[in-house]
């Protein structure tokens, strides 16, 4: 059975994050979207499993436990709140497990399910890393966005800030911000509206964590992502996010 935890328990040695869990409500000339998250335990002893979520649709929600017996599947609930509609899962267990997660329309009919992937927490980027992602596009058949999520294990350290860097696929710079990041998930739907770059542009996008705005360390650090939109279809599907770390070479 879930229930709701009364304070952060020690953390379990496996640990995985789920960067976007959505729910969009019924608008005209809109699809609702929602997230179907589900582990499944392959071993053959219970498996202890928590959920963090960040941000959860209420405070006595942040963390939740289930037991999944053996070769079990059980579901964790979503719980988004309405403003902003998105949140992110860190998913904990005692032992292995698989997690799977999707963005599928609420309803019989709409596009097809959009697959998230479930990082491992090592793979976060840290203070000094930089995140590429790409290439982002905009024209009569595509559309697309990217968005920074964080785990709740950095509630106490957030806000982040970071400096960004677009360039087109050639190399040239097209944009250079560093911002303080706000301290829930969000996206940027319109990157050239919002940053002012030369409309449809395609651009490449490095991400530098450059540091917790509060001073403090972070505990296992954020992530960027990005989707692109098939607009005849509506089928979305992530661009790749690769992780430098500091000091590291890239390209």
Known sequence: MLAACAREPEPLPHRLFVPAVVRSASLPGRVPWRTRVTVTNEGDVPSLVRAFRWPPSDRTLEVSELVVPPRGIAGIPSLVPALPAISSLTVESDRPVRVEASVEPRGQEGPPALTVPAIPVGDLARPGDRLL??????????????????????????????????????????????????????AVEDPWKELALPAGAPFDLEVTFVSSARGREPRLGMWVYGVVNEKATGASRFLPTRVVRGGAAGG
Do not use: C, I, N, Q
């Open 133 to 186: 992602v790409g290439t982002f596009v905009s024209d009569e058949a595509r559309s697309s966005h990217f968005a920074f999520s964080y785990p709740w294990a950095e509630h106490a350290t957030l806000p982040f800030r970071v400096r960004m860097e677009l360039r087109s696929p050639a190399g040239t710079l097209l944009a250079r911000v560093e911002k303080v990041m706000p301290g829930v998930p969000g």
